[in-house]
């Protein structure tokens, strides 16, 4: 019989409730309390999540933000600044002593975007993995990825472009040399794609969301059980919200 793992689809949130919750699924998995999870959502309003190490001043444009009326994160996992709006994000929570998951991080990137790849092939779209956290189709990347290991216990969340509009990403993210803008812009066009670019139509969050589903049940030989945040998980969600996730002090911190 399959190990059943538990499957969380919480629809569209805030940047700040959407990376509280993250935190707070991996916080209750650490205790024993949740089986391992993965989770499908989305963003509203638009957001840009930064880095841990990241600065927001040097990386995002505030004022951009708040006249678009864009969210802007701090994560809790590393790499690079990240403009979410027309996607599917998911997050995987699961102890590091997993069997299914590779104690080498290298080699557990690479097995859980080996899930988002079966799942763009339900969506009729081959790709490869490209270490340490893109995936590609074509030679253009349209999943990123990043991980965090903290509690004993590992956290991983990712995109899947559904489509995606550079232009207004550029005005959000500040470039150090407005000169090279331009070439920017059109290098990072030939370089991205989505979902609906490859496919040549809008392809709903709902059946990308189940393609994913499938994806992470081949990969990882579970079944996925629709559950709900416990009692805990919400309540730790609030509060990380509104001491971290939402705080300047968090998102200004560097």
């Keep these: 019989m399959k190990e059943q793992w538990r499957l969380l689809q919480t629809g569209f949130n805030t940047a700040f409730s959407n990376m509280a919750v993250d935190r707070a699924i991996l916080v209750v998995n650490s205790e024993g309390k949740v089986p391992p999870t993965v989770r499908f959502y989305g963003w509203i309003p638009s957001a840009i999540s930064i880095g841990y190490f990241q ?43 997993h069997p299914e998951i590779p104690k080498n991080i290298m080699k557990s990137y690479g097995r859980i975007c080996g899930a988002v790849q079966k799942g763009l092939h339900h969506l009729g779209i081959e790709s490869e993995y490209v270490p340490i956290n893109d995936i590609v189709t074509g030679g253009r990347k349209i999943s990123g990825n990043a991980q965090t290991r903290k509690l004993e216990t590992v956290l991983q969340h990712g995109t899947v472009l559904m489509d995606v509009d550079v232009d207004k990403m550029f005005s959000l993210l500040k470039v150090p040399n407005e000169k090279i803008k331009d070439k920017l ?51 730790l969600a609030k509060k990380f919200e509104k001491e971290c996730f939402s705080a300047k002090d968090w998102n200004h911190r560097r």
Excluded: N
Excluded at 69 to 91: C, M, N, P, Q, W
Excluded at 222 to 233: D, F, M, T
């Design 185 to 235: 812009i059109t290098d990072v066009k030939q370089r991205v794609t989505s979902v609906r670019h490859l496919l040549g139509k809008d392809v709903r969050f709902e059946e990308v969301a189940g393609a994913m589903k499938i994806g992470f049940e081949e990969e990882f030989h579970v079944e996925l059980i629709e559950g709900k945040l416990s009692k805990e998980e919400l309540a």
């Design 55 to 97: 600065s927001l001043a040097d990386e995002v444009d505030i004022r951009a933000c708040e006249r678009l009326g864009v969210d802007y994160v701090r994560r809790i996992t590393g790499g690079g600044a990240v403009f979410h709006e027309k996607e599917l994000t998911y997050s995987i929570v699961i102890p590091e002593s």
